[in-house]
């Protein structure tokens, strides 16, 4: 039975492969190719390559700059960040936990920020110590949760019935979707401080931030005006019947229906998000691209780039790998039970 | 015998000359069962849904519950009379998003401010008395045609409504699935509800109804008791009505 199947298989595999000499020579020079690409990168990997600009640094693409004897405070964040991601996909699914991981969730943020810049007791720390994986994971989850009310009001507006409101969801969002994210960027960081008056001063985190959002959001109205066109007319029927308000029909009917249509591409603006904070490296905020940046211009690195962005590649795809399937975890427990639309 | 609705010669028209409903006047007493019939077009729809404001008038004057609306649609009153007026829709129309319970408990927490313990409660007892009380923490997607119905109708009762208006009801469903939503409205009416049901069921509006309402073409053709009106209809129009109905 077994040498049978083998059989088959050699069969299917000339059938396929060395069907004639032309494809036999074809095969051939793409299999050797191949082989001879991962050969390379396999004697790179572990002969040539330096990995000590990465193993010495660690803390570095960690918490950049942040200074030595807190760093702890960083460390407890991402730990809880990925302990969290892990009881939720894999851990025992306990009605406590069930019914608190939303909670818990949501005061990751303020945990986050009061280690992060301290004050109540512990030592207030600059943002301008803030770098590495610290910083770039710190944007993404501030500038997704700022975007997202604000992308839900912007959709709303765009639907709504008071024509100038209307009008100027549509110019802001048009105007936005049609600026390249890196000039919004550029604009957060030199003209904001311009336009502020004397005394006040955002500090450049925030500017990023905020850049961030105002960008973002646009592109989270579509998506969310998606989700609010496909709610059909005789939902808002029915809530009327039971006498419930313009409002409340919004908050309740409305609002949860669409964002559970469009989460699917609002996780995938959140890991382009992620994505997108590299960017900042060009702006001079050390987050893990500016870290990697400024590492390799210690002349003790000089000129180990590839090792550099190698790992910076992994981080970045880990990272993302763990976004992505936490989305996907979402979306098969909050879509369960929807077959009815 | 307190009158619950009083519609005087209610018109709506669309485009020049397409009028859904032509000086449509009627009376529907407390604890009375009127059933609307009349074939697709006719306006029947139409009718009951400007019973609770989801549909304006043009000409006329209601009166649900001592409210009075006109052509203005003043949408405060309407308000109020949606509190008191239960509907229950051919497409059933929960919410997909909340649970059995959450559908029926969340208009008594959100309009009428009741505590969400009690609500459940009582929402409990409606989901018992449509026979579905197991299904309390199921989504709507998980039951069948029959069964959501019956959720819809707990829906509507659960704001404890003096009018409840069915919008043929049992259209959507399997003819298997038909009974059981019909014995829960025979039973409500048995319970003294007043109830305005647009329906082409002859034998509910045989068993259960007072009043058969006939219209067509936006005008009410007649108004007959149940007995006169499916022996013996007075006017032409019905009886073709009924003969293509019981061709079925």
């Known amino acids: 039975m ?13 059938k396929n492969i060395f069907l004639n000499f032309f494809n036999t020579i074809l095969s051939l020079v793409i299999l050797l190719t191949t082989l001879l690409v991962c050969l390379n990168t396999f004697r790179w990997f572990i002969f040539n390559a330096d990995w000590r600009v990465v193993t010495s640094n660690l803390s570095l693409y960690a918490f950049g700059s942040f ?33 608190n ?7 990751t943020i303020p945990l986050g920020l009061y280690l992060l810049y301290g004050g109540f007791g512990l030592s207030p720390i600059m943002s301008r ?16 949760l700022l975007s997202l009310p604000f992308g839900i009001v912007l959709a709303l507006g765009r639907q709504s019935s008071l024509p100038l409101i209307q009008k100027l969801s549509s110019i802001y969002i048009d105007v936005m979707r049609a600026i390249p994210l890196i000039a919004v960027l550029f604009f957060g960081q030199l003209l904001i401080p311009l336009f502020l008056p004397v005394g006040i001063e955002i500090d450049r985190v925030w500017r990023a931030i905020f850049a961030f959002t105002l960008f973002v959001s646009a592109y989270i109205a579509e998506d969310i005006r998606g989700g609010l066109q496909s709610i059909p007319n005789t939902q808002i029927e029915a809530a009327h019947s039971l006498g419930l308000n313009q409002y409340q029909i919004m908050q309740l009917i409305i609002i949860p229906q669409a964002l559970r249509i469009a989460l ?4 995938n603006q959140a890991i382009g998000l992620f994505q997108n904070t590299s960017l900042m490296a060009i702006l001079g905020l050390v987050e893990l691209l500016g870290i990697g940046r400024s590492i390799l211009a210690n002349p003790e690195f000089i000129g180990q780039y590839i090792e550099v962005y190698v790992w910076l590649a992994c981080v970045y795809w880990l990272v993302c790998t763990i976004m992505a399937i936490l989305a996907r975890h979402l979306e098969q427990t909050m879509t369960i039970n929807q077959t009815n639309f | 015998m307190e009158p619950i609705v009083i519609a005087k010669n209610l018109t709506k028209s669309y485009i020049q ?16 069962v009127l059933v609307v019939m009349g074939p697709s077009g006719s306006g029947k729809s139409t009718l ?20 009075k609306i006109d052509a203005t649609h003043n949408e405060r009153k309407i308000q109020k009379i949606r509190k008191r007026v239960g509907m229950v829709f051919q497409q059933f ?27 459940e409660e009582y929402g409990m007892y409606l989901l018992n008395q449509m026979g579905i009380d197991s299904h309390a923490k199921k989504y709507p997607g998980q039951l069948s045609g029959g069964e959501q119905q019956r959720v819809a109708i707990a829906r509507a009762l659960a704001l404890k409504p003096e009018l409840l208006l069915f919008d043929e009801p049992t259209s959507a469903l399997d003819p298997e699935r038909i009974n059981e939503v019909l014995d829960a409205m025979r039973r409500l009416a048995k319970q003294g509800m007043t109830m305005i049901v647009v329906t082409h069921e002859i034998g509910f509006a045989k068993d259960v109804s007072d009043q058969v309402l006939f219209m067509d073409s936006g005008k009410v053709i007649e108004t007959s008791t149940p007995d006169v009106f499916f022996s013996n209809a007075k006017h032409e129009r019905s009886r073709k009505f009924l003969n293509q109905l019981e061709k079925h």
């Open chain 1, 2 to 14: 077994k040498l049978y199947s083998i059989m088959i298989f050699f069969k299917k595999l000339k």
């Open chain 1, 67 to 99: 200074p030595s004897d807190e760093q702890w405070r960083p460390a407890i964040w991402i730990t809880s960040l990925l302990l969290l991601s892990i009881i939720t996909l894999c851990g025992p699914c306990w009605k406590w936990i069930q019914q």
């Open chain 1, 101 to 107: 991981l939303l909670l818990a969730w949501m005061s």
């Open chain 1, 129 to 144: 110590h803030l770098g590495g994986l610290t910083l770039t994971i710190l944007l993404t989850v501030c500038s997704s």
């Open chain 1, 264 to 267: 699917p591409a609002l996780t």
């Open chain 2, 17 to 32: 000359g397409l009028r859904a409903l032509d000086n449509v006047s009627l009376t529907v007493n407390q604890g009375k």
């Open chain 2, 48 to 67: 009951i849904r400007t019973f609770n404001g989801l549909e304006t008038f043009d000409r006329g004057e209601l009166n649900v519950l001592g409210i």
């Open chain 2, 93 to 119: 129309n929960l919410f997909p998003h909340l649970s059995i319970l959450e559908n029926i408990t969340l208009a008594p927490v959100h309009v009428q401010k009741r505590h969400q313990l009690e609500a």
